[in-house]
């Protein structure tokens, strides 16, 4: 990438894996992986720390509930370097179904 930090919010559509979905899941394996080896690829993280809700989506069903974590603050190493007292936060959905995120950055 660059030596510039890098900073990736949003909704991605897919999980990382079946564990970041506490429902019946209909995301394909190849999805996952496909996702996961582009954050490698990239060479970015999940960043850290983060707190608030872990599943981060709801489908807001009562009869058929879903939850998952398809919405994440991906950092890379120089983003953790510039900003290292940073966190990131997921707070509570309201009335959205996706918990939007707080992003912190406390410059040192």
């Not at 506490?22 to 995301?27: E, I, K, L, Q």
């Not at 690829?41 to 807001?60: A, C, R």
Request: negative net charge; hydrophobic residues 35%; charged residues 20%.
């Amino acid at each position: 990438m660059s030596n510039l930090p890098w900073l990736l919010v949003g909704d991605f559509k897919v999980v990382r894996s079946f564990e970041e979905s506490a429902s019946d899941s209909d995301y394909s394996r190849a999805g996952m992986e496909a996702f996961d080896t582009c954050i490698t690829n990239t060479e970015l993280i999940d960043h850290h720390p983060s707190t608030g809700f872990y599943y981060n989506w709801s489908n807001t069903q009562a009869n058929n509930p879903a939850i998952k974590r398809p919405d994440r603050v991906l950092i890379n190493h120089h983003w953790s370097t510039v900003f290292p007292n940073g966190n990131a936060q997921f707070l509570h959905p309201g009335v959205s179904d996706h918990a939007p995120s707080l992003v912190k950055t406390r410059c040192s």
